[in-house]
């Protein structure tokens, strides 16, 4: 089992950068498939990237490409997603999930591939 905080969401204007932070207790942080989800007020939550277990692939939604990184280091149990050119559509909550299995990339963006979750930072991006 693992347990997962994030951190790093708030306030910034449209055009900004911002980096989330989302750590991870235990010893087998190595073992898991990483992934940042967001879910605005009134929608469903959305895929926004994933990581591989060694980090050496990423995959990111339609809406992020080319505008948000995912990285990870296992040494810290650390995974990352670096913020870039925010728009106000990308106000969230932003959620970090860890999922024990990986099925391959046409299940990397649902929801039942992650078997942990954080609580969630709210990132506001005003206009």
């Known amino acids: 089992q693992v347990q997962l905080v994030e951190s790093g969401g708030g306030l910034v204007q449209a055009g900004a950068s911002l980096r989330l932070s989302c750590a991870a207790s235990?010893?087998?942080?190595?073992?898991?498939?990483m992934g940042w989800f967001r879910q605005a007020p009134g929608k469903e939550r959305e895929f926004v990237a994933t990581?591989?277990?060694?980090?050496?692939?990423?995959y990111g939604g339609d809406s992020v490409k080319g505008r948000f990184t995912i990285s990870r280091d296992n040494a810290k149990n650390t995974v990352y997603l670096q913020m870039n050119s925010v728009r106000p559509e990308d106000t969230a909550v932003y959620f970090c999930?860890?999922?024990?299995?990986?099925?391959?990339?046409?299940?990397?963006?649902?929801?039942?591939?992650?078997?942990?979750w954080g609580q969630g930072t709210q990132v506001t991006v005003s206009s």
């Open positions: 235990g010893s087998t942080f190595r073992t898991y498939l």
């Open positions: 990581i591989t277990r060694n980090g050496d692939s990423t």
């Open positions: 999930a860890a999922g024990e299995f990986n099925f391959g990339t046409n299940t990397y963006a649902r929801r039942t591939s992650y078997q942990y």
